[in-house]
């Protein structure tokens, strides 16, 4: 490791620390107690505002969500870890996860266990970020290696760069890893600086999937993040400037939706404005979204939603929504079927809530 990513590191090791969610990732055990199984948690996670920004640095503001992963297995013999799966391509993931463990010093201890999921596949929650860690955690435990939490986040991100060829941002392992329940996490992916967004109890989170999967290695994202890289570096086309503006009004709509949140009461008017600016944005300006997410966040607000705007990557996938939780699941079977019925597109809709970050059960 350089010293400057060492520098970074413990810059990041000491925020955390400092932090309101600071804990081991995993509890430390004797290598010779008998073997046993052991149960890990490793969430999705869904990005209220601040997209395609985290990988220039800018600012995000994702929550962990009560949808994720279990782990359930052990140590065991032999130099190779097997977790068992229905998830597409899991071997890529653990020998991706174990090289980069590696290369920060675990030891090589083998896990064999079984992984079961609730998350949806290309829904834009995160799946890939939440196997990742999921994997990640376990290898961790058992080898007894302890990582700072943001460091266990860089690992797991440099794990999907090497599995997938997607050169994401850290935003997706970090929300993954930091989560705590009732909050979102406001991140500044260039410092790695942080905090605790405390969200409504009375607000319901609303994930509709529109049933258009995606591949961010097979879709535009990597086109994108270079014309926001060549923006930031000077580039002036009309297509740089729109990528830009994108980039600095999405910005200030992450600050502006922490405070809306942090007002007492919770500002929900301004909140829906902001959602929808972002969701414009997405659509006008970095060209992302498609026109099943469009009419999903239309017919978000139309059945009641206090705020909705796509999440992820783009291309397909998913919108968040705010709801109020007494109606929440009301407005997302609404949404969905509505939808269904105006495109003929299988949908799926879920209402959860913000819950707490990765680690052993």
């Given at each position: 490791m350089?010293v400057?990513v060492?520098?970074?590191?413990?810059?990041a090791?000491?925020?955390?620390?400092?932090?309101?969610v600071?804990?081991?990732?995993?509890r430390?055990?004797?290598?010779?107690?008998?073997?046993?199984?052991r149960r890990?948690?490793s969430?999705g996670r869904v990005?209220l505002?601040?997209e395609h920004?985290d990988y220039v640095?800018g600012?995000v503001?994702p929550?962990a969500?009560?949808?994720?992963l279990h782990?359930?297995?052990?140590?065991?013999e032999?130099?190779?870890?097997?977790f068992?799966?229905?998830?597409?391509?899991?071997?890529r993931?653990?020998?991706?996860?174990?090289?980069?463990?590696a290369a920060l010093?675990?030891?090589?201890?083998?896990?064999?266990?079984d992984?079961?999921?609730?998350?949806p596949?290309?829904?834009?929650?995160s799946?890939s970020a939440a196997?990742?860690?999921?994997i990640?955690?376990?290898?961790?435990?058992?080898?007894?290696?302890?990582?700072?939490p943001?460091?266990?986040a860089?690992a797991?991100q440099?794990?999907?760069?090497?599995?997938?060829?997607?050169?994401?941002?850290?935003?997706?392992?970090a929300?993954?890893?930091?989560?705590?329940a009732?909050h979102?996490?406001l991140?500044?992916t260039g410092?790695l600086?942080h905090?605790?967004?405390?969200l409504p109890p009375?607000?319901?989170?609303v994930?509709?999937?529109s049933?258009?999967t995606?591949?961010?290695?097979?879709t535009?994202?990597r086109?994108r993040?270079?014309e926001?890289e060549?923006?930031?570096?000077?580039?002036?086309?009309?297509?740089?400037?729109r990528r830009?503006r994108h980039?600095?009004?999405?910005?200030?709509?992450?600050?502006e939706?922490?405070a809306a949140?942090?007002?007492?009461?919770p500002d929900l008017?301004?909140?829906?404005?902001l959602?929808r600016?972002g969701h414009?944005s997405?659509?006008n300006?970095?060209e992302v979204s498609?026109p099943?997410l469009?009419?999903?966040?239309?017919?978000?607000?139309?059945?009641?939603?206090y705020?909705?705007r796509?999440?992820?990557g783009?291309?397909?996938?998913s919108i968040?929504?705010?709801?109020d939780a007494?109606?929440?699941?009301g407005?997302?079977?609404?949404i969905r079927?509505?939808?269904?019925?105006?495109?003929?597109?299988?949908?799926?809709?879920?209402v959860?809530a913000a819950g707490?970050?990765?680690?052993?059960?």
């Amino acid at each position: 490791m350089g010293v400057a990513v060492a520098q970074r590191v413990h810059a990041a090791a000491v925020v955390y620390a400092r932090g309101d969610v600071a804990r081991w990732l995993a509890r430390p055990r004797s290598r010779g107690t008998p073997p046993v199984t052991r149960r890990f948690w490793s969430p999705g996670r869904v990005n209220l505002i601040g997209e395609h920004t985290d990988y220039v640095g800018g600012l995000v503001l994702p929550a962990a969500i009560e949808l994720g992963l279990h782990v359930e297995g052990d140590a065991t013999e032999g130099p190779r870890s097997t977790f068992r799966s229905d998830v597409p391509g899991v071997e890529r993931y653990v020998a991706a996860v174990e090289g980069e463990l590696a290369a920060l010093g675990r030891p090589p201890v083998a896990f064999q266990g079984d992984i079961t999921s609730t998350l949806p596949v290309g829904a834009g929650v995160s799946s890939s970020a939440a196997l990742e860690v999921a994997i990640a955690v376990a290898l961790c435990a058992v080898a007894d290696f302890q990582l700072e939490p943001l460091e266990l986040a860089g690992a797991a991100q440099r794990a999907e760069h090497r599995a997938t060829g997607v050169p994401c941002g850290i935003l997706d392992q970090a929300a993954i890893i930091l989560g705590r329940a009732g909050h979102a996490i406001l991140l500044d992916t260039g410092t790695l600086e942080h905090r605790s967004v405390p969200l409504p109890p009375s607000i319901a989170i609303v994930i509709v999937d529109s049933g258009v999967t995606r591949k961010l290695a097979d879709t535009g994202y990597r086109t994108r993040r270079s014309e926001l890289e060549e923006a930031l570096a000077g580039a002036r086309t009309p297509k740089h400037e729109r990528r830009l503006r994108h980039f600095e009004t999405e910005n200030a709509r992450v600050r502006e939706v922490a405070a809306a949140l942090e007002h007492d009461p919770p500002d929900l008017h301004r909140l829906g404005d902001l959602f929808r600016e972002g969701h414009d944005s997405l659509r006008n300006d970095f060209e992302v979204s498609i026109p099943e997410l469009d009419l999903l966040v239309d017919l978000a607000y139309d059945h009641g939603a206090y705020a909705a705007r796509m999440t992820g990557g783009g291309f397909g996938g998913s919108i968040v929504a705010l709801a109020d939780a007494s109606s929440a699941r009301g407005v997302a079977n609404a949404i969905r079927d509505d939808y269904i019925a105006r495109t003929g597109i299988s949908a799926a809709a879920y209402v959860t809530a913000a819950g707490d970050g990765a680690r052993e059960l």
